[in-house]
């Protein structure tokens, strides 16, 4: 279980309100952004070892399109973790948001993610990859995720601790199946809505 002193969860420049103001445009001319090193290493560490802990024991084929894909819904550790990475992000957005729910996915071989929008939980959703092997020789050999806006396809790498931000009920998004070298990539998708949101939070 996560122990909210063992580090800082996120890196310290994203609670910098020059950088979160500088964000706040970039968002705003292209609808969504990647946060560049949002999550410090010594999460990356520590979410590792829990990946390690729980992974053997996650069920496989959560949905009927993505059968290569593990799965937890509200982990509990990355749980606490989207309670901690909301300010920086409301900042980011620059309206109020609150939580929704989480979902981790580790993605086998040749797994996919269908393109989709998604339900109303999922005003705002934050990608984060977490761990994979093999590991990252640098953002050039990320997995991409695909953002559609304005009919046109934007393909966008995130290295382990970058953060992709975007209106998860606008644009289309997919992932095409994963690629060798990868043997696993484990991904949490944090879901935000505004605070007035009275339907169900999962």
């Known amino acids: 279980m996560a122990d909210q002193g063992f580090a800082q969860h996120v890196e310290p420049r994203w609670s910098d309100a020059k950088t979160q103001a500088a964000a706040h445009d970039e968002l705003q001319r292209h609808g969504f952004i990647v946060l560049r090193d949002f999550i410090t290493p010594?999460?990356?560490?520590?979410?590792?070892?829990?990946?390690?802990?729980?992974?053997?024991?996650?069920?496989?084929?959560?949905?009927?399109?993505?059968?290569?894909?593990?799965?937890?819904?509200?982990?509990?550790?990355?749980?606490?973790?989207?309670?901690?990475?909301?300010?920086?992000?409301?900042?980011?957005?620059?309206?109020?948001?609150?939580?929704?729910?989480?979902?981790?996915?580790?993605?086998?071989?040749?797994?996919?993610?269908?393109?989709?929008?998604?339900?109303?939980?999922c005003a705002w959703n934050v990608s984060i990859a977490f761990d994979c092997d093999p590991p990252i020789a640098d953002r050039g050999a990320a997995w991409p995720i695909f953002l559609e806006k304005d009919g046109m396809a934007h393909r966008l790498q995130a290295g382990l601790g970058d953060a992709v931000l975007y209106p998860g009920t606008k644009y289309p998004h997919w992932r095409e199946p994963l690629p060798p070298p990868y043997t696993r990539y484990a991904v949490c998708f944090f879901h935000f809505v505004e605070p007035g949101f009275e339907g169900k939070l999962s």
């Open 42 to 121: 010594q999460t990356l560490a520590f979410t590792r070892a829990r990946l390690a802990k729980i992974e053997p024991d996650l069920p496989l084929g959560d949905h009927p399109e993505i059968p290569g894909r593990k799965y937890q819904h509200n982990e509990p550790f990355f749980r606490i973790l989207h309670q901690i990475i909301t300010p920086p992000l409301q900042a980011v957005v620059g309206v109020k948001i609150k939580p929704s729910y989480c979902f981790l996915g580790v993605y086998q071989p040749g797994a996919d993610l269908f393109r989709h929008v998604d339900r109303e939980q």
